[in-house]
């Protein structure tokens, strides 16, 4: 048996749900140990304990709520000490937790899905038992050589989707139609640019969802003075990919000059691929180089006047040429490498790698 833990719910958590989906569909016994840090989950599975403590994610370090969650994750570890064999570890602090259990026979996956504090980050991944990234390309951000851990998995951050999608063709509209959902974060991801750059220029539609960081009062003040923005708060995944998929651009900017987007990989790359939507992303950074690789979408400057000179020439008969072979080269890498990842790295690689840990020794 697995057990997962993870300091946000099921319903939350879209990497958490494909390792879940995962177990289901090859009946591997799993159970969940989650917190519900907005008191808002849609759901909890049938095999999750789920702490209800509220705590919006950018107070995530406060010290009374991280003991309770503390003590609730050892809790279930104990009580449940007869069944699991593998603890799969989101993120440091939840690794931390889990290797005194190390010591007394269990195995550790240290799955990291942000990095934090590199030196320590660094010292549990040999220690553990398995450390999966969702690019390998991100040793070099922890600073560790893949021949000293004792097992290495890439698992890109590459969504399940349940539903299809009719594609809307892009720019065949009176407008340019731009989507942003997900987390609100202050000078980072370029909210405030695109924002502004929506404001000032009438050719703009902005469908923007998302909550975070004190955002959302001056998202909602920019939709009440612009009739072009349109804010949705908080949405369910599906309702997400609805909003990308009416778009002619998703926006996903991540400003280098935090070292953690250096090396970000985004379930916004993938969600692109998917719907054939070409993405706006950020040079100097890793998704930024996949994206200009691939020519599935544009790289500019961390600037307003970066995203702005995007569209100097949108009109163009050139640029609209461009823009139609990069939702064909969309479509072409989703369906030639990632249509099928559960099956293929999931199923294929983690599970095996999982029953290999459950084996008797």
Same mark, same amino acid.
């Given at each position: ?44 599975? &049938? ?33 449940? *000490? ?25 195995? $550790? ?26 690019? &390998? ?18 698992? &890109? ?93 998703? $926006? ?34 890793? $998704? ?30 050139? *640029? ?40 008797? &020794?």
């Amino acid at each position: 048996m697995i057990c997962f833990i993870n300091r946000s719910s099921v319903d939350y958590d879209v990497r958490l749900q494909k390792y879940v989906q995962t177990c289901k569909e090859t009946n591997t016994p799993y159970f969940v140990i989650s917190w519900d840090r907005l008191l808002n989950a849609k759901f909890i599975d &049938e095999h999750e304990h789920q702490l209800k403590l509220y705590c919006p994610y950018a107070q995530g370090k406060k010290i009374i709520p991280l003991l309770r969650w503390f003590f609730f994750v050892w809790y279930y570890l104990i009580k449940n *000490f007869a069944n699991y064999r593998v603890i799969h570890a989101c993120n440091m602090e939840n690794t931390l937790l889990s290797l005194p259990f190390k010591l007394l026979g269990k195995k $550790v996956i240290f799955d990291v899905y942000d990095s934090q504090m590199v030196n320590i980050e660094r010292k549990i991944s040999s220690k553990v038992d398995c450390l999966i990234l969702p690019a &390998e390309k991100r040793l070099e951000q922890i600073g560790i050589k893949k021949e000293n851990l004792k097992q290495f998995l890439e698992v &890109e951050n590459v969504p399940t989707f349940r539903q299809s999608f009719e594609r809307v063709e892009g720019l065949k509209r009176d407008k340019i139609y731009l989507s942003y959902v997900g987390v609100f974060q202050k000078q980072i991801r370029g909210l405030e640019n695109l924002l502004k750059m929506v404001l000032d220029d009438e050719r703009f539609v902005l469908d923007i969802a998302g909550v975070g960081d004190g955002l959302e009062t001056i998202v909602q003040e920019a939709a009440t003075k612009c009739d072009r923005i349109h804010y949705y708060g908080k949405v369910q995944y599906n309702e997400g990919l609805k909003l990308m998929n009416n778009s002619d651009f998703i $926006v996903a900017l991540y400003y280098p000059y935090l070292p953690n987007h250096v090396y970000a990989s985004p379930n916004k790359s993938y969600e692109s691929l998917f719907l054939a939507t070409p993405i706006i992303t950020s040079k100097g950074t890793l $998704v930024g180089e996949k994206v200009f690789n691939s020519n599935t979408g544009y790289v500019v400057d961390d600037t307003l006047d970066g995203l702005c000179r995007l569209f100097n020439n949108v009109d163009t008969i050139e *640029f609209k040429q461009e823009y139609q072979i990069k939702c064909k080269n969309c479509e072409s890498l989703w369906n030639s490498t990632y249509s099928d990842y559960l099956n293929t790295n999931l199923v294929g690689k983690y599970l095996n790698l999982v029953l290999t840990f459950t084996k008797k &020794e």
